[in-house]
C-alpha cells in the first residue's frame, strides 16, 4: 500500500526564517506525491504536486518540495516563512487513479 | 466560482440519530469523493462517486454509512444511528475527471455525537 509520514507535529519559525515541513513515503512503483494546506475552517487548498521530471516542484504562495527518491522523502520548503504560512499542511501520495492517502499532518506556527 | 460547498459546516446530533451530510461539486465537476478526518489523524478515502454511480465505497464502513450523487442536486453522505466514534470532520472533494492529481476540497463538515 501506497503511504506517507509526517514525523513532526508541529513546526515553530519566526518569521522571516526558512519553512521545513517533513514528509516520507512508502510506495510500490514510481510516487505521485501532494501537498496541501488547510487553514482555519476552511478546506484543503492544494500546493504542488510531483508526478515525473524534475525533482524541485514550484507551487503557490513560495513553496517548493523536493523530491529525494534515495532518502524517500518530498519535503516542503518556504526561504522565508511569514506569519500568514500559520496553518496545518498535509502530505499525500496517490495509491491509485483516484484516491490519496494523507499523511496526519504537520501544525506550522509563524511567530512574529 | 463558488468551489466545493459543504452544508452544514457543523452538526451536532445524539447517539442514535442520523446524520446527513451534503456536497455540491464545483461547477463542471461531475465526480465527487467524500474522506474522513478522525482526530490526530490524516484524511481517509471512503467513497468515490459519479452522478447517480458509487465507483469505489471501499473506505465506507460496511454498516451505518450510506452516499449517493444523484442526477440532480448535491451528493449527500448518510450516517443512520450514529455512534460516538463517528465524530470527525467529513471532507468533500470533486474533480472535473476520476483522477486524483486534480482534486478541489470543501471546506469539510464537522459532525459531534453527544
Known amino acids: 500500500a501506497q503511504s506517507v509520514a509526517q514525523p513532526e507535529d508541529q513546526v515553530n519559525v519566526a518569521e522571516g526564517n526558512p519553512l521545513t515541513v517533513k514528509c516520507t513515503y512508502s510506495v510500490s512503483g514510481n510516487p505521485y506525491l501532494f501537498w496541501y494546506v488547510q487553514y482555519p475552517n476552511r478546506g484543503l487548498q492544494f500546493l504542488l504536486k510531483?508526478?515525473?521530471?524534475?525533482?524541485l516542484v514550484k507551487g503557490s504562495y513560495g513553496f517548493e518540495a523536493e523530491f529525494n527518491k534515495s532518502q524517500t522523502s518530498f519535503h516542503l520548503k518556504k526561504p522565508s516563512a511569514l506569519v500568514s504560512d500559520s496553518a496545518l499542511y498535509f502530505c499525500a501520495v496517490r495509491e491509485d487513479d483516484y484516491k490519496l492517502s494523507f499523511g496526519a499532518g504537520t501544525t506550522v506556527t509563524v511567530r512574529a | 466560482n463558488a468551489g466545493v460547498m459543504q452544508n452544514p459546516r457543523h452538526l451536532v446530533r445524539r447517539r442514535g440519530q442520523e446524520a446527513r451530510l451534503r456536497c455540491s461539486p464545483m461547477?463542471?465537476?461531475?465526480?465527487v469523493y467524500w474522506y474522513r478526518q478522525l482526530p490526530e489523524e490524516g484524511l481517509k478515502f471512503m467513497v468515490y462517486l459519479q452522478k447517480e454511480n458509487i465507483i469505489d465505497e471501499s473506505g465506507m464502513p460496511k454498516e451505518r454509512f450510506s452516499a449517493e450523487f444523484p442526477k440532480e442536486g448535491p451528493s449527500i453522505l448518510r450516517i443512520q444511528q450514529v455512534v460516538r466514534g463517528d465524530s470527525a470532520a467529513y471532507f468533500c472533494a470533486s474533480s472535473p475527471d476520476g483522477g486524483a492529481n486534480v482534486l478541489t476540497f470543501g471546506a469539510g463538515s464537522r459532525l459531534t455525537v453527544l
Open positions: 461547477k463542471g465537476h461531475s465526480h
Open positions: 510531483y508526478i515525473t521530471g524534475d525533482n
